[in-house]
């Protein structure tokens, strides 16, 4: 079973940044496509950003993008989603995810079926 711990999260102020991180455990992280989900209170859970396994291709929800930039570092196995330009509308709990087979897909993963492991989440409230 893979762990995934998310930080970064916090308040900020509309038009702000933040970087969340997710730290893996697994010995085949390199192997994983990654993804970032939200849910906002009242909610259904929402995808937000992926990133392949090889980092080589990334996905994201139409209202990020532009604004949401998701990376990794296999070295460090770890993923980012550096967060800008942040609305009160992306405020909502953000969870990490972790495809376990995403090296053997052609696509990168945007469905939550999808990804077979999950972080707890962190909080990210933007203020207007």
């Known amino acids: 079973q893979v762990q995934l711990v998310e930080s970064g999260g916090g308040l900020v102020q509309a038009g702000g940044s933040l970087r969340l991180s997710c730290a893996a455990s697994?010995?085949?992280?390199?192997?994983?496509?990654m993804g970032w989900f939200r849910q906002a209170p009242g909610k259904e859970r929402e995808f937000v950003a992926a990133i392949s396994w090889s980092g080589g291709r990334t996905a994201y929800v139409d209202s990020v993008k532009g604004r949401f930039t998701v990376s990794r570092d296999n070295a460090k196995k770890t993923v980012y989603l550096q967060m800008n330009s942040l609305k009160p509308e992306d405020t909502a709990v953000y969870y990490c995810?972790?495809?376990?087979?995403?090296?053997?897909?052609?696509?990168?993963?945007?469905?939550?079926?999808?990804?077979?492991?999950w972080g707890q989440g962190t909080q990210v409230t933007v203020s207007s």
């Open positions: 697994g010995r085949t992280f390199s192997n994983y496509a």
């Open positions: 995810a972790a495809d376990q087979g995403g090296r053997y897909r052609s696509y990168v993963p945007s469905v939550s079926g999808n990804f077979d492991s």
